[in-house]
């Protein structure tokens, strides 16, 4: 089944009077409904490659694929609404409102393209946060990161994507919760069939993938061992 394409991916930045490669992939994928692990050292550019795949960010050269479409094909405001549709994030640092009500942080990327919240996406949104044992109506500040990163999966996953990228969403929290973010991401993963991208540092996250992905020096290579990517470290 088709999911994630990447072919010949060329990406520089500038760096004085020449230019620095970023990524330099000539093929990758990733099937639907695939979990797989980025591993690199600090960096490397797994979090601009997340940047690449959901169209934040085009190539120098090359094509990103998802089931077939290519999104960076379109024009920037249409690719924002396809990214709206169909990717879920999820960040190390959360990226909550602090003075929002848990639930008012889920529902709030619903406000982007909707003069209105349906209904059916509150009482969503109100049920993800209690199998996440968050109060809906708890102001952001006054969450521990544990609680935090669990209010930022709940709105990730909301509206059913079907792809979930995560950079580093274990990386502040200690063992109990990084164990408890990875089981919410995987779960929610493998119940609406999305393919999950996950940059990690965590050898524990490495361990319950589908894949590891290691990149060194702008290239993707397949780890041997889940939990011994090469250059990880």
């Not at 003075?99 to 982007?112: H, K, M, Y």
């Not at 969503?124 to 968050?134: D, P, S, T, Y």
């Not at 109506?137 to 209010?151: D, F, H, N, P, Y």
Request: charged content about 25%; proline content about 6%; overall charge neutral.
């Amino acid at each position: 089944m088709s999911g994630l394409e990447l072919h010949d991916i060329l990406l520089t930045f500038p760096e004085g009077t020449r230019r620095r490669t970023i990524l330099d992939i000539p093929s990758c994928t990733v099937a639907s409904g695939e979990c797989v692990a980025l591993a690199g050292a600090s960096g490397s550019g797994k979090s601009t490659l997340l940047n690449l795949i959901s169209g934040l960010i085009l190539p120098d050269r090359g094509t990103v694929r998802w089931n077939g479409f290519a999104p960076g094909e379109l024009p920037e405001p249409r690719r924002d609404v396809w990214r709206g549709r169909h990717i879920g994030f999820v960040f190390q640092d959360f990226q909550l409102f602090p003075e929002l009500e848990a639930l008012e942080n889920v529902l709030l990327p619903v406000t982007f393209n909707r003069w209105s919240i349906p209904e059916a996406l509150r009482r969503r949104g109100q049920a993800l946060l209690k199998r996440m044992n968050v109060a809906p109506s708890q102001k952001a500040r006054l969450l521990s990161r544990g609680e935090k990163q669990r209010v930022a999966i709940a709105r990730a996953v909301l509206q059913e994507p079907e792809i979930l990228l995560a950079d580093e969403p274990t990386a502040s929290l200690d063992a109990a919760n990084a164990a408890e973010v990875t089981d919410l991401l995987l779960s929610h993963a493998r119940t609406l069939g999305s393919t999950l991208l996950i940059v990690s540092h965590d050898e524990e996250v490495w361990t319950r993938m589908d894949r590891v992905l290691s990149l060194r020096r702008g290239r993707l290579y397949e780890a041997a061992e889940t939990a011994f990517p090469p250059s990880a470290a």
